[in-house]
């Protein structure tokens, strides 16, 4: 092989290419189709006058329906978060009770028997075990829950006609249709949607729905949204409707957040990101029952424990952290947490919330999870509550109502539980999709913009939020 | 003497060789051939994926669900063979990430053996990306997946002319069900072996001038890279200015 005759070859391709035209293309497409028809013709036999596919395009009729679709698309939502939030409360609690009121004192003492240091039992014990043990309590249950639901719907065939559903205002924002699948990927985990974002051709659009799968609510941030609204929404209301109220305020904020991804893909598609809407074809796949047990089974392996390891791994360090910045003192006994939340506490006022839950955003970068121990346990600091386990120490109380009563003697009101939800809507991505997202993007500028336009569009919004209700 | 307990009919079938397979995971390790398995999405790619190797990769009922490249193995008659699940796509025509994966797998991968699966109620539209496969490799082997449906759609397809006119053998399976994938197995290894040769399908249908250059061209192809298998579709790509494969020809990586 010569480079000379390489030359020739392409020179000679050059010179053909310009002598068939420009319809080489379709000329060749229509070739193929034209072939498939006669092959088929010749070997494929299907009954005559038999309608296929029956039952299938009566479903279809009715959940891609212009009334029904989006109805039915809430319901199944509704659905699904509500046997979430019922059934994941009593593993939570049980396994809380294992591993907090169990195994906890059971190291504790074990740690003094064998004469450790305070500060080393302090760092490993108080520090790393308690942030692994309550991810594991808070975050296990929901997840071996609403995946292996995730999943059924998705094997039966769902996702598609949700995609097929959003389409038209996907394309009304100027991206593309199949945002639709990767933005449901981004309700288990904002990293999996954005690896999932692969299946959109145009960088333009695939660039839109990374920067904005972060507006689907993850995993992560499901059990603080049910948490805060159980406290403080669920209270405003006589306590028999106490549950729906608390259940429609998190589906409200899933929603907004839906707005939020709509609205900023327009803005992209209008300012730096402008461009053509592809069009794509989307094949209605026919729906099919899931077989339970395998779809539990992978679920369980390919999903829930991934997530849950991944948690283990960033909460460790991340309880460390919280351990050492409680208990190394910049100046007297003031620990350097007591301090930054005292210098963040102004920031925090202006937006409706207060310097423990920017300090504790700021800890959580890794895991969103550990943002409400984290914020329990910088408020009983602040405020010098008894009732925890001293300084630094992560502790999940006993009761959701305890959790409220700390949670209040640190001055929340529902303005500042509101802002809380939605400031967790609306903040940074993860370390984990940060790091993704830049492995996808290859370029530090969109990571960027990813990672930073979410916080800002979270100050403005808990901002003006704050700065109205004070108006009343 | 012993005599083997025969448990079922298909156990007697020369297309039934069950001690002779290990499933190997994803331990796959000095193998003799790779396996290349492309399709359409939705057509049960990872399923068929997962019945090959014991893997249990999570299969989704949507399009898209595999956009990376999924590697396992089995083993099978003393052989070992590595098994690449590609992402699905509707053609290798365009410039998109998933279809880049599977393109240049096919392409630079050299897979001694490609399953094209192929859903059976949608066999016509299937058949537009199994015929550019076809181009590009000559050793194919048409995986006839979701047979259950079709039968219950009322479907039935004549699978020897259709080999016939793919040029390629056709095997029916329900994965999901694990129905024909012994047969699957066996004919991946005849392929691997040479024991089948295949006589793919060129696409036929363009119009006599572009015919012309494409013969041209590809008869050129040849003449640099003696024996090169897929001079047809070469010609088709740089008719069509793609400047990757201009690129690789450059380099040499097409050979």
Known sequence: ?472 | MQTKVVKSACETCAHFNAEGLKKLGIHAENFDFVVALAGNPNTGKSTVFNALTGLRQHTGNWPGKTVTRAEGGFQYNEQKYKLVDLPGTYSLLSTSTDEEVARDFLLFGRPDVTVIVADANRLERNLNLVLQILEITDKAVLCLNLMDEAKRNSIVIDQRVLAKDLGIPVVATSARYKEGIPELIQTISEVANGTIVCKPHRIKNVSPNIEKAVKKLSKEIEKEFPGIANSRWIAFRLLEGDSQIIEALKTGELV
């Open chain 1, 1 to 472: 092989m010569s480079k000379k005759n390489i030359e020739h070859i392409i020179e000679l391709s050059n010179e053909l290419r310009w002598q068939i035209g420009d319809d080489f293309h379709d000329n060749l497409t229509e070739g193929i189709y034209a072939d498939a028809a006669n092959i088929v013709r010749d070997s494929v036999q299907t009954e005559k006058g038999k309608k296929r596919f029956r039952l299938d395009s009566k479903i279809d009729k009715i959940v891609t329906s212009k009334t029904f679709g989006f109805p039915i698309m809430f319901l199944i939502l509704g659905v699904v978060l509500w046997l979430t939030i019922i059934g994941a409360n009593y593993p939570s609690s049980m396994l809380a009770n294992l591993l907090l009121d169990t195994i906890h004192p059971a190291l504790k003492s074990g740690a003094s028997n064998i004469g450790m240091p305070w500060w080393l039992d302090g760092f490993l014990i108080d520090g790393v075990y308690l942030a692994v043990a309550w991810v594991i309590a808070v975050m296990l249950p929901p997840m071996a829950i609403f995946f292996p639901m995730f999943t059924l719907l998705e094997d039966f065939g769902y996702l598609p006609r949700v995609a097929f559903n959003l389409d038209n205002l996907f394309k009304k924002s100027g991206a593309h249709g199949k945002q639709a699948l990767t933005m449901s990927m981004g309700f288990g985990c904002n990293a999996a949607g954005i690896v999932a974002t692969r299946i959109i051709d145009s960088p333009r659009e695939r660039l839109i729905a990374i920067i904005t799968n972060n507006f689907s609510l993850c995993n992560g941030r499901w059990p603080t949204q049910i948490l805060i609204a159980t406290i403080f929404i669920g209270a405003v209301v006589p306590s028999s409707f106490s549950s729906v109220a608390a259940l429609l305020s998190v589906i409200g904020i899933a929603v907004l957040g839906m707005a939020f991804m709509f609205l900023t893909s327009w803005g992209l598609s209008k300012t730096v990101l402008k461009g053509e809407v592809s069009t794509f074809n989307l094949e209605l796949p026919p729906y099919r029952p899931p077989r339970f047990w395998r779809t539990l089974y992978t679920s369980l392996i390919d999903r829930t424990l991934i997530v849950l390891w991944r948690a283990i791994v960033f909460a460790a360090p991340a309880g460390a952290v919280i351990w050492l910045i409680c208990n190394i003192h910049v100046s007297g006994d003031v620990s350097i947490a007591a301090w930054l939340i005292d210098s963040f506490d102004g920031f925090g006022w202006l937006l409706g919330l207060n310097g423990v839950i920017l300090l504790a955003y700021i800890v959580a970068i890794p895991a969103n999870e550990i943002v409400i121990p984290t914020i329990l346990m910088l408020t009983v600091l602040a405020t010098g509550m008894s009732g925890g386990e001293g300084a630094g120490v992560m502790f999940e109380l006993d009761s959701i109502s305890a959790t409220g009563d700390v949670l209040r003697a640190g001055g929340w009101t529902l303005l500042t539980a509101i802002n809380l939800m939605l400031f967790s809507l609306l903040h940074n991505p993860c370390s984990t999709t940060i790091y993704t997202i830049y492995k996808e993007t290859k370029s530090a500028k969109w990571t960027a913009v990813a990672s930073i336009l979410p916080v800002i569009l979270g100050f403005i919004v808990t901002f003006l939020v704050a700065q109205i209700w004070r108006l009343f």
